[in-house]
């Protein structure tokens, strides 16, 4: 019977009850963090700074625009990663008058955080405002395009006016920059600006994929210009080869077990063919990178299926953003998992099809967005052997599991699955930008669980610290194939409103068992091979609007419930842990545990009102008809075909 999951629909009830009810909520050693991995070929940010005449009047604070502008570049070239390539050009900084009046003051090279202090301490700024001239100058000074993974290159726009020159419109460059380079986006910070000339930056930021970032005086122009920077050389680092998914099943590339690059437009679908034998299960998913910040609706989606012959479903799924806030990255997976009779359609060998769909609204980020697929085959057990039963149940690692206490160890999180720092049981603290995720993988043996709890800190918050802005923090959880199994369940929510005040989520898996594919719960089934899980942490673009400080602290309590057993076999003996808990490697083993895929979020709140309490009817109503739904098998996905 082929299996229509719904996974991402719980995840949007708790949304809704998040948007109407977001309030505030109420010794071991550190370990060295790991150094930054070099950036993705093709990567590198140039900074094009405002040098006109009015960066030379008084800032509000005892010094000029200019100055403050400097020892902002200052701060951010000190933050960024040793050796990521950036660059800076000048604008309004040679002649009284000129429109021409742009040049490269530092090329975009190794990082050579001097030359881009010294470059900025010798400007004394002039002239007009070219900025339209100088965005396009900038998307020649940033590397090539690689034809390799996917990088990521950004222009970093510093104005404290509009362009008084008109010629080429700055708005039209963006859009025509961001158009023609799907790894390429444009952020801006308005320093002091307001009326005309911020609405320019903004409709440049918005037309280039990027943000924009408000600077109403020096200490907020130094923080967003930081976070504008690390946002960018810490962007999601793609792995996979390179091909082309189609609109249709006749001509789809053939794809062998791997992972894989590609891009996806808005309410578009791709095609891509796979040949699969009777026995095996195969596991898919797809990834999207927005550029951080994006605009997304709170139903826009990334539809998975497998699909068998002209119109046989054999797995579908979808996954929501489920808030208004920003994009960040999202997956959805589907297995084909032959039935148990071996009388399934879905059972043959043959060809099939891997589909995915973006869905969006109509004002929602217009832009294609990188797309990392993969594609992974479990073969059967060994005829003979006889797996244990399935763990349908959180049992141990439900919301009240005991968690690790004590002193956090510093850690610094990845910047997807492919770099996901590794960490064992324990407490973890680590550092989160506004629009950033962190990731992070943690092995998970059979017959084991994850389950773990993500506290955000108490900060300091801008202005007089009271703030009518919410932001939103959220984790989720995968498997070792990638597949997000904390989206549905009711046992835990991925998100949490955030406030600069101290919000925590809980997240978890149901423990890892080989049957557990049989089972018709969606964040059940594809706990079925161990592993690394991934743990992913997000915070929404609007906490840079609250927090003073560029990052925010993030607290993670990680457990490893229960005792790892050899394999998946009824009766499997316990294997023996090293000093760090971690299970080790075993010939029974199909998967080294230090390897693999990853595991998802959890959130706890509280609410009040006989509004919450009428969805809360709701939501129990709706996952009655999602059980109805899921026994039919055959029904039409209600999220398909339809206009959003």
Partial sequence: MARRRRRGAVALLGGLLLALAAAPLQTTPAVATAPAPPPAEGSGMVMVLDSSGSMAEKDGSGSTRIAAAGKAVGTVVDALPAGYPTGLRLYGADKPKGCDDTRLAQPVSPLDRAALKRAVAGVRPKGDTPIGLSLEKAAQDLPKASGGPIGKRTILLISDGEDNCQAPPPCKVAAQLA???VDLHIDAIGFQVAGKARQQLECIARSGKGQYFDAPDAKALAR????????????????????????????????????????????????????LDAAATADFSATVVPQPGAKVGLLDSLHTEIVHGTDSACDSTYELFGQRQSAIPLTSGVSRIPSQEGTDGCDKAGSYWFVVERKAAKDSDASRWPLEAMFHVEHPLKKGVTPAQSEPEYGAGGKT?????????????????????????????????????????????????????VEFSNEPRVGDGHSAVTAYGGTQVYTPARAPVGSGTSEFTPQVPYNGQPASLSMGTVP????????????????????????????????????????????????????????????????????AGAP????????????????????????????????AGLAVAFLRARGKQRTGGGDSDAMRGGSW
């Fill in 179 to 181: 158009a023609s380079n």
């Fill in 224 to 275: 967003q210009l930081q976070r504008a920077g690390q946002l960018s050389a810490n962007g999601y680092r793609f792995k996979g080869q390179k091909v082309r998914g189609t609109l249709a099943q006749s001509d789809a590339p053939t794809l062998a077990p791997g992972q894989y690059l590609d891009s996806i437009g808005p309410n578009e679908k791709r095609y891509y063919a796979v040949d």
């Fill in 401 to 453: 599991a005991t968690l690790p206490t004590g002193v956090p160890k510093a850690v610094t999180g990845g910047t997807g699955f492919n770099d996901a720092r590794a960490l064992t049981q324990g407490v973890w603290r680590d550092k989160i930008l506004p629009s950033q995720t962190l990731w992070y993988k943690v092995p998970v043996g059979w017959g084991q669980q994850l389950r773990y709890d």
């Fill in 512 to 579: 890892v068992a080989w049957t557990n594919r049989y089972e018709s719960d969606s964040n059940v089934t594809p706990v079925h091979d161990k592993g690394a899980f991934y743990i992913a942490v997000s915070l929404s673009s609007q906490a840079a609007e609250i927090a003073r400080d560029p990052q925010i602290g993030v607290v993670l309590r990680v457990a490893v419930l229960g005792k790892a057993k050899s394999g998946p076999q009824a009766g499997a003996g316990v294997v023996k842990s090293d000093a």
């Fill in 584 to 615: 080790r490697a075993s010939a029974a083993g199909r998967q080294d545990v230090s390897g693999g895929w990853a595991a998802g979020p959890v959130v706890a709140a509280v609410f009040g009102g006989i509004g919450v309490l009428l969805l």
